[in-house]
C-alpha cells in the first residue's frame, strides 16, 4: 500500500470532524505502525480500546466518590426526579461527532431511504430458531457429573465431525494421556495446567474425554413471497421492481450514562428508528444494569407517578417508567416495527442468573405486543435471513485467553469470530476468564459479573463487547458488534442495510430448493 493511501486512511480515521490531522501526528502514527507491523486498522481498534480503558479508570473513580457521598446520606432509596448534575459533567445533548459513521461495510450498497410514510403492514416475518423453552431451565442446580457429561459430549461431538469430514477410522484415534510409538490423532479442549492460571504457551495441556481417556436454505416460492410482502410499502413501484430494502438497527447496553438515569442514549436511538420508519430494531441488555453505579447503590430517581406506591417498588417498575415510554412511542410512530429485546445476565429485571438465559417477563413492563422479548442467546430467522444474537461479550474472554504461538497474519477482531463460528458455540470458552481480569464494573466491589455460565446447559449456546464496534466478513457470515450505545458522552449503534435477492427467471420457475450463501 502506498504512503499517499496510508496517509488517507489514517487522517480517515483518526481526524476529528471539520479537522486536519497534524503532520507531527501523523508522523507518529505511521512510526507506531511500522515498529508494530500492523496496519491502520489495527492500529484505530488499538487506540479505541485504550481509551475504553480511560474510560473505565474515570468512571471508577466516579464511582467511589459516588459511594463515599451515599454514605454520609445514609440509607438509598429511590426518590421523585430532580434535575441536578450529580458529577458536574456535561450533559449528553454536548458530545462532539453525534451522528458520524465510525466503519461502513460493503460501500457499494445503497442505504434503504426512508419512506415517505409508515409501512402499511410489517415486512419482516420473525422465527425463533431456538427451543426458547428449553432456556427456562433452573438455575444453580448444576450437578458436577452432568457438567463432566456436557463438556465430554462436546469433545465426542467434535471428534465426529473430524472424522466424518476427513474420513478416518475409528482406529486412528487415541487417547492423548497414553505412552505409545504409533501416531495417533487426538481431539480435546485446550486448557491450562492450573485452576487459576491463564492460558500461555508453556502450560497448555489438552483434555480428551474420559470415554478416550482423560448454511441458509430457501424454497423459490418461499422468496417470492416474501418479495410480495415487501413490495407493499408505498414506495414500491406497480411495474415489479424491487422492494425498498430491509432497515435492521442494533443497539446494545448499557443504554444511560454513568452519573444518571435519563435514558438519553436510548430514546436518540428509539428516534433513529422513528424517523427512518426502520423494520426493526434490535437491542441486547443490560437494561437496567446491575453494574451502573446508581442502581448498585439503591440511590436513584423515579418520576412522580412511579411514587404512588413505594413500597412495591421494584426493578420492573425503574423498566416500565424509565424504559418502556420510549418504545411505545416507537410503535406509535412506526406501528409495523419488530422490536426484538435480549436479556443480559447483568439485567436487574431478569430473574434467570446464569447463562444461557431465559427470556424475561414481560408481563409488568407494560410494553406493545410489538416488542417481542427472546433468550440469549438465540438463533433467529427475519425472512430469509438467519440471525445469531447473543448479550454476553465472548470477544473480552477471547481476547484474554488467545495464546498465539507467533505473529498472527490477520488482526485480531477477524480472529475472534473466527473462534465462535468454527466452534460452533456462542462461547466456545471453559474455564472462562476470572471476572478479575474483565473491565471493572462501577460497583463499590468493582469486580463484574462475569460469565454466569451453567456448565449443563452450555448445549443451548451452540449454533444450529469491551470490544470496539466493528462490522466484517468472517467465514461467509456478517460478524457486527454495534458496541455500547452508553459510554460516557459517547455510543454507537450499527444499522443493517439487506437488500432483495434478485432471482433469475429460471430459479422463478424451478421446484428445486435454492441455496444462497450471504
Known amino acids: 500500500m502506498g504512503e499517499a493511501s496510508i496517509d488517507s486512511e489514517l487522517k480517515e480515521r483518526f481526524a476529528s470532524v471539520n479537522a486536519e490531522i497534524e503532520p507531527d501526528v501523523l508522523a507518529e502514527l505511521q512510526s507506531i505502525m511500522r515498529l508494530h507491523a500492523i496496519d491502520s486498522q489495527e492500529l484505530w481498534y ?51 461527532n453525534a451522528g458520524v459513521e465510525v466503519e461502513v461495510l460493503n460501500h457499494h450498497l445503497q442505504i434503504a431511504e426512508p419512506p415517505i410514510a409508515p409501512y402499511p403492514q410489517p415486512r419482516i416475518r420473525l422465527v425463533a430458531n431456538s427451543d426458547i423453552k428449553k432456556l427456562s431451565y433452573k438455575p444453580m442446580a448444576m450437578k458436577l457429573s452432568e457438567a463432566s457429561e456436557i463438556l465430554d459430549d462436546r469433545i465426542d461431538e467434535f471428534m465426529g465431525l473430524f472424522q466424518e469430514h476427513h474420513k478416518l477410522d475409528d482406529s486412528q484415534f487415541g487417547s492423548a494421556a497414553s505412552k505409545g510409538i504409533s501416531e495417533i490423532i487426538a481431539v480435546g479442549r485446550i486448557a491450562s495446567d492450573s485452576l487459576e492460571g491463564k492460558l500461555n504457551t508453556s502450560s497448555l495441556v489438552l483434555e480428551t474425554s474420559r470415554r478416550m481417556g482423560g448454511v441458509t436454505t430457501s424454497a423459490p416460492s418461499a422468496l417470492e413471497a416474501h418479495i410480495q410482502r415487501l413490495r407493499s410499502d408505498p414506495d414500491a413501484m406497480d411495474d415489479g421492481s424491487d422492494p425498498a430494502p430491509l432497515s435492521i438497527l442494533l443497539g446494545a447496553g448499557p443504554y444511560s450514562a454513568d452519573d444518571n438515569l435519563d435514558f438519553e442514549p436510548f430514546h436518540v436511538l428509539c428516534s433513529q428508528a422513528a424517523d427512518t420508519y426502520a423494520d426493526a430494531l434490535i437491542l441486547t441488555g443490560p437494561f437496567i444494569d446491575i453494574d451502573h453505579p446508581l442502581i448498585a447503590s439503591g440511590d436513584f430517581d423515579l418520576p412522580e407517578e412511579a411514587m404512588a406506591e413505594p413500597d412495591s417498588i421494584t426493578m420492573s417498575t425503574v423498566f416500565k417508567y424509565l424504559i418502556s415510554p420510549a418504545l411505545n412511542q416507537l410503535v406509535a410512530s412506526n406501528p409495523h416495527i419488530t422490536i426484538i429485546l435480549v436479556p443480559s445476565v447483568k439485567d436487574a429485571i431478569s430473574k434467570h442468573v446464569s447463562w444461557p438465559q431465559e427470556p424475561f417477563s414481560k408481563q409488568a413492563l407494560g410494553l406493545h405486543k410489538n416488542v417481542k422479548i427472546i433468550g440469549n442467546p438465540m438463533i433467529l430467522s427475519l425472512n430469509e435471513i438467519s440471525i445469531g444474537i447473543s448479550s454476553l461479550d465472548v470477544f473480552s474472554h477471547l481476547r484474554n485467553e488467545e495464546v498465539l504461538g507467533s505473529q498472527p497474519k490477520d488482526n485480531i477482531l477477524a480472529r475472534l469470530p473466527k473462534y465462535v463460528i468454527e466452534q460452533r458455540n456462542f462461547f466456545p470458552i471453559y474455564p472462562p476468564s476470572d471476572r478479575k481480569n474483565l473491565p471493572k464494573a462501577g460497583t463499590r466491589e468493582e469486580t463484574p459479573v462475569g460469565a454466569m455460565l451453567d456448565v449443563s446447559y452450555l448445549k443451548l449456546g451452540e449454533w444450529s463487547i469491551a470490544m470496539p464496534p466493528f462490522a466484517k466478513i468472517v467465514e461467509s457470515v456478517v460478524v457486527v458488534n454495534p458496541g455500547y450505545l452508553s459510554k460516557r ?22 421446484k428445486t430448493m435454492i441455496v444462497i450463501r450471504i
Not at 488499538?46 to 481509551?51: D, I, P, Q
Not at 459533567?89 to 458530545?95: H, L, P
Not at 455510543?491 to 424451478?510: F, V
Open 46 to 96: 488499538k487506540w479505541e480500546s485504550y481509551k475504553h480503558i480511560q474510560d473505565e479508570l474515570e468512571r471508577e473513580n466516579r464511582s467511589k466518590a459516588h459511594v463515599l457521598s451515599s454514605n454520609k446520606r445514609g440509607g438509598a432509596t429511590p426518590r421523585s426526579a430532580n434535575t441536578g448534575d450529580v458529577f458536574g459533567i456535561a450533559a449528553f445533548n454536548d458530545r462532539e
Open 489 to 510: 458522552r459517547r455510543g454507537t449503534y450499527s444499522r443493517l442495510t439487506i437488500h432483495p435477492y434478485s432471482m433469475s427467471e429460471e430459479e422463478r420457475d424451478s
